[in-house]
């Protein structure tokens, strides 16, 4: 039977791991209270009492088995000069109690007066956090509620409003001569006719067209008012707007809400910075502005449609998301009432104490967290909205949503990785052997062949090597209990798991050494365009990136490439936990980025064709080029700093974390030039700029991403809490990290080897730097 102490720290919720009972500590004072008591007993040379098993064969929580010795033992507890003094005084303090206050017992034994306290102060950490976590969750709900109704509100009213003008129409259709025919085909009838008339110049208009315009205006307007309407009877205010009933929004700024009037063509809702609909209420305020713009005509009626679709799944996420808030405040709950529970027995059979346990049971039993309904109301309210207004009446719908299963674990997927990996092993092989054979890879070798095979399998494996890497630390993060889906915002029921992370690592090295091995067969028998074969590879890679199916992990490939998206145009975007960890994860794949400049150069530049590879190495553009991409990761990493300085009230921090990538954009560019001009001055310059940077990234690493150098910590040179238990791990990765971090160093040696030894080495380089940044991530 697994102990409760274990069952109990691992269902802990981790991101509320310091507001739960600290379980352990309350078990080491119990202990001191037990071992007090045994000493206490031995000094009066009198033997202690044995409490037995739980809840059998104790009289009135004294804790003694049943023996013919009790009565001799119990006589010579109650006249020992030791326990006679503290069994008056705890019986006295017990009188003194007042049952109905529930105040607790003042034990004169001070191990068991310092459990009491610290119970009492654990007690009041877990209410004041479940308190709170419980007013927020009902203020979400209360304003997503209000949102749902104002939903369902605008929805009726665009209804409403597309009926009346079809009705219209119609009775226009039947009573008035058709229109003359435009030139170009209609959509829908009349549709096509409003569609044409914005695209018509001024000296075509008639007079008729001018007051269809002016009437669709004007019908636009009113929909705008009365959806504007509409959200003002559900509390939402609008910005700058005068009236006769003022009132002062957030910023200081006259409001609206009640009193309809003429309005301007532009409004703007009154947002609170902590609205859990800010999301939704950003749509209504876009939607108002549109129809009071062109709200009336009908090409404008796609834009609304999505506009609403946009706002309604914003609120079913947000649903969701409350309802996830409120499982786990119940798991709160349920486990910290457990966690009192089972220590409690421990306390009264250690210490016979049960008067003050019986009052603490009951100040426990009377805490928000163990009394409270609101949570389990809030809960089945969310089920019964959310079943009617999002999955019609479908419950199984309804909580396959709210409730997403886990994804079976099946030893398919570990096949595959089997699978796939003796594949690689194999080809890989096979592949040497006809490289040596064919003698490709020696100084007298085919130098265009080694090139362009470097380059493409560089490319390739790197990726694979960094996946790899990502695999190892989902397990590490699985195995030390770090909810990455939640630091990251991702589903776990679309979340990639580190089998799956193996998987794609192990197919594609599989697919890539495949695929050389032929290409080398090819190039053998004297086949044309045989190079042509690593350009079908990229094309297939790209087209399974892009695929629009639902298979080859979708969800992942669609995330990569909105994370990457956000990285690219990194001022304009929020910048979310995921996007700055992946542009870490970039700034660690400069030589990947220049593998992907190279080929994208020969293969899609059709120098395979026209030109030798040298192409691709030697003009001038080409070295730009690489120029540019070599600081291009530290430029955008140091602008999602900037966008973060001015998002979190111009926290400082992420200056200096701008000034780490300005820092190593300065060391790369003067390693740059250094190439280029090889001289002493630009000697010492590398050394100067890339010594700085490096120990500018290593004060990071160590004191601000992971927590360590710090000297006041219980634990020398580290933080406080650590996840591993064996602290020489922790020395060792910062070691490790050191000497990875110097690697620059191999820039400024010159090191006599001939080509093929340096390609070697540059990937061996660029897969240490890879190496290092997958063993900073665990502990980041």
């Not at 609120?315 to 119940?330: P, S, V």
């Not at 899609?604 to 590879?613: E, I, N, Q």
């Not at 540059?762 to 730097?769: G, H, I, T, V, W």
């Amino acid at each position: 039977m697994v102990k409760f102490s274990r069952e109990y720290e691992a269902s802990i919720i981790p991101e509320w791991k310091a507001a739960f009972v600290d379980y352990k500590r309350l078990k080491k004072l119990i202990k001191k209270i037990k071992v007090a008591r045994r000493d206490s007993f031995a000094a009066a040379d009198v033997p202690p009492p044995h409490p037995g098993k739980e809840g059998a064969g104790s009289f009135d929580g004294g804790g003694y088995g049943f023996s013919i010795l009790d009565p001799v033992r119990a006589m010579a507890a109650r006249f020992s000069p030791i326990r006679a003094p503290s069994l008056h005084a705890s019986s006295v303090s017990m009188d003194e109690e007042s049952s109905d206050t529930g105040e607790l017992v003042r034990s004169t034994d001070k191990h068991e007066r310092d459990f009491l306290e610290r119970a009492d102060e654990e007690l009041e950490k877990v209410k004041a956090f479940y308190e709170g976590q419980e007013a927020e969750l009902l203020a979400r709900g209360d304003a997503l509620i209000e949102q749902l109704r104002i939903l369902s509100d605008v929805k009726r009213i665009l209804a409403d409003h597309a009926a009346s003008r079809r009705a219209r129409g119609l009775v226009r259709s039947r009573s008035m001569p058709p229109p003359p025919t435009p030139p170009s085909p209609s959509v829908n009838g009349s549709s096509g006719r409003y569609l044409l008339s914005g695209l018509a110049s001024p000296q075509s208009m008639s007079d008729g067209s001018l007051e269809l315009q002016q009437a669709q205006v004007s019908e636009g307007a009113a929909v705008a008012d009365e959806v504007m309407a509409a959200l003002e009877r559900n509390g939402v205010c609008f910005v700058g707007l005068a009236g006769k009933k003022d009132g002062k929004t957030k910023d200081g700024s006259k409001g609206r809400c009640g009193v309809s009037l003429q309005l301007p063509a532009t409004v703007r809702i009154d947002i609170p910075a902590t609205s859990p609909g800010r999301a939704a209420l950003k749509v209504w305020e876009e939607l108002v502005n549109v129809l009071r713009k062109d709200g009336a005509d009908p090409a404008a009626a796609f834009v609304h449609r999505k506009k609403i679709q946009h706002a309604e799944k914003n609120i079913r996420d947000a649903f969701m998301a409350l309802y996830r808030g409120l499982e786990l405040l119940k798991k709160f709950s349920s486990l910290n009432v457990k966690a009192f529970t089972k220590i409690l027995k421990k306390f009264v059979k250690v210490s016979e104490q049960q008067r003050a346990t019986d009052l603490f049971s009951e100040k426990v039993k009377r805490s928000p967290f163990s009394s409270s309904d609101k949570v389990l109301q809030l809960a089945d309210e969310v089920e019964c909205i959310f079943m009617k207004h999002f999955t019609g009446n479908d419950r199984k719908v309804a909580m396959k949503y709210l409730k997403p299963q886990q994804p079976r674990n099946t030893h398919m997927i570990t096949f595959l990785v089997g699978l796939f990996t003796g594949t690689f092993v194999s080809l890989f092989i096979i592949y040497a052997i006809l490289a040596h054979v064919s003698g490709i890879f020696t100084s007298t070798g085919n130098t265009a062949y080694m090139e362009i095979v470097y380059h493409v399998f560089s490319m390739f494996a790197l990726i694979s090597l960094h996946t790899f890497l990502y695999g190892c630390n989902l397990f590490m993060w699985k195995s030390t209990r770090i909810n990455h889906n939640f630091i990251f915002d991702f589903s776990s029921s679309t979340a990639l798991t580190h089998r799956d992370a193996f998987l794609m690592s192990a197919s594609i090295m599989c697919t890539v050494v495949a695929a050389l091995v032929i290409n080398l067969f090819l190039k053998n028998a004297g086949v044309s365009y045989a190079n042509a074969l690593p350009g079908a590879l990229l094309l297939l890679s790209t087209g399974v990136l892009f695929c629009p199916f639902d298979i080859f992990y979708r969800s992942t490939r669609y995330c990569f490439m909105r994370v990457i998206r956000n990285i690219i145009f990194s001022p304009f975007y929020k910048v979310l936990m995921a996007d700055f960890f992946m542009a870490d994860q970039l700034t660690s794949q400069i030589p990947l980025l220049r593998h992907m400049e190279f080929t994208a150069c020969y293969f899609m530049a059709g120098s395979f064709k026209t030109h030798p590879y040298e192409t691709c190495t030697s003009s001038q553009q080409y070295k730009h080029l690489a120029y540019v991409i070599s600081f291009l990761p530290y430029y955008w990493r140091a602008l999602q700093c900037l966008r973060r300085y001015l998002e979190e009230g111009r926290d400082i921090n992420q200056l200096a974390n701008a000034g780490k990538y300005v820092s190593a954009m300065v060391a790369a560019a003067v390693r740059f030039k250094y190439a280029a001009t090889p001289t002493p001055f630009w000697v010492w310059m590398v050394i100067f700029s890339s010594s700085g940077a490096t120990i500018y990234q290593l004060y990071w690493d160590f004191v601000k991403d992971w927590g360590f150098l710090n000297p006041k910590s219980k634990n020398p040179w580290l933080r406080n809490e650590l996840i591993l238990k064996n602290k020489s791990i922790y020395y060792v990765s910062m070691m490790l990290n050191l000497a990875l971090r110097l690697a620059w160093t191999e820039s400024v040696m010159k090191i006599h080897i001939s080509k093929v030894e340096s390609r070697l080495l540059d990937f061996l380089l660029a897969s240490l730097e890879i190496i290092r940044r997958g063993h900073w991530n665990f502990y980041r």
